[in-house]
């Protein structure tokens, strides 16, 4: 079947230590996103990618990184700098990015608690 | 940053009751998107609007867009305990832009 893996659906860490999220998707799409979930709150854009070897800051950037080597995959790191990573993460992917057709697919999500 | 604000937070209804749910933004938007996420799951889409004034329908949603393209509205008939969850708006300001704002959500309960 197509569409998005998010690994892993639960991730307990330490504080003070990286953490990487994958995310996974084989529809073939050029646009991939991270946003994160907090508590009765909405979407906060992390970072997007629109092609492969690019990406762009959201909103949300500080504490997090990103890469996009393959169109495939488009991993997130959540870094000891981010000041408060406990949150439900969101993977995403669309056709063009931004444009009429761009329906937005998400993974099932990460939930990621520090302790 | 630009902002669309989605009212209301909550609303609880009885089941039968009709919902309804905006989003307003400030600014003119190139299109606007629906989402629902149940409880514990991930967002799903439901509906993109395009056009200044467009109304589209499935089954008990109607969806709107405001004739200058600055909000937008789902209205549930009737609803039923499988409604339960929260609907998010996505606004793309720009097709240019390359992501969409979304709206912090309507979170609907339904008393059976």
């Known amino acids: 079947d197509g569409g998005i893996t998010q690994s892993p659906k639960y991730l307990f860490r330490k504080e003070g230590q990286n953490v990487t999220l994958s995310c996974e998707q084989n529809?073939?799409?050029?646009?991939m996103y991270w946003y994160r979930q907090d508590p009765g709150q909405g979407l906060r854009l992390i970072y997007y990618?629109?092609?492969?070897?690019?990406?762009q800051k959201g909103d949300i950037a500080e504490g997090y990184s990103v890469s996009r080597e393959k169109k495939e995959s488009f991993p997130l790191t959540v870094t000891s700098a981010q000041k408060n990573p406990t949150a439900f993460y969101l993977c995403?992917?669309?056709?063009?990015?931004?444009?009429?057709?761009?329906?937005?697919?998400f993974g099932e999500g990460s939930r990621l608690t520090v302790l | 940053g630009q902002q669309v604000m989605q009212i209301p937070q909550y609303q609880h209804v009885q089941e039968g009751e009709d919902f309804t749910t905006y989003c307003n933004s400030s600014?003119?938007?190139?299109?606007i998107q629906w989402y629902k996420q149940r409880p514990g799951g991930h967002p799903v889409f439901l509906i993109q609007?395009?056009?200044?004034?467009e109304v589209k329908k499935q089954k008990r949603l109607t969806f709107q867009f405001g004739e200058a393209k600055k909000n937008s509205s789902l209205h549930i008939t009737a609803t039923q305990t499988t409604d339960v969850g929260t609907y998010f708006c996505a606004a793309l300001y720009n097709t240019n832009a390359g992501k969409s704002t979304f709206g912090d959500g309507t979170t609907l309960t339904v008393k059976p």
């Open positions: 609007l395009v056009k200044s004034g």
């Open positions: 995403a992917s669309s056709i063009l990015p931004g444009a009429n057709t761009g329906e937005l697919f």
């Open positions: 600014t003119t938007l190139s299109n």
């Open positions: 990618s629109q092609i492969v070897n690019d990406f």
């Open positions: 529809l073939n799409h050029d646009a």
